[in-house]
């Protein structure tokens, strides 16, 4: 289980293939495990890299914050010598892509966006309301309560509920009170409006039309803020593309990583 030693605390990822870098960044009560499938796809031309922010998965620190995922990003890739990459994340992991992009752009080639929130207004009531200590507090006094969240949470998410469920659950299991609500709650107050607009790199935002945890809309957000941005629009799927349309969802990546269209 290869681990990194950074100023903010240990990280854990996974990397695969060989070739010119990839990085993977997961969302809110996600882990690197939601990247196995892709991984094993774009690790055939690219080296993957798939990380555990700091809370969830196995990496462990202080500082639940989407301001310190930024920089466990750029930690992470001086750590390893990464010069230039791009970035693809998925909802929460998305919105620190961006921030890596605004804050360190001479180290990213391009960005790709999975229902991502531009707008942290644009997220699930039930997401909003998790980023607050007393209702973090009371979920994870009741490990039932818990239960039932990431039960709708997953079923309403995606069209491969029981797969999502079970990943997620085991997630959710390693988090604490805190990495649980810091993050959401930072996640809740976030606005790149402004910061995208000076980006320069390529950008695909990819949203599913089902979506009922970010607002599908925000395709549209970051194509009229972000002056390189494009959007693709996956009609049936929901929070979680690769899980819903998998072979499309790879396909683009990997068109988007060529340059292709």
Known sequence: MPTLVTEKGIVHYETYGRGR?????????GSWALWRKTIEELGKEFRTYALDFIGFGESSGEGFTVETYVEIVNLFMEKLGIVKAPLIGHSMGG?????????????IVKVAVVGSPIVGSSLNFFLKLSGYKGIADMVFAMPALLNVFIYGLTHLGTNDPNTLYHMVKEDAAKTSPDSFFQSIGTLRKTDLTEQITQLQMPILGIYGRKDIIVHPKQGKVLLKHA?????????NSGHFPMLDEPQRFHQTIANFLHGRE
């Not at 919105?95 to 180290?107: F, M």
């Not at 002056?227 to 009609?235: D, V």
């Open 227 to 235: 002056p390189n941005s494009r959007e693709a629009w996956f009609e």
């Open 95 to 107: 919105t620190v892509s961006l921030g890596v992009a605004a804050r360190y752009p001479q180290k």
């Open 21 to 29: 870098p990839v990085i993977l960044l997961h969302g809110w009560l």
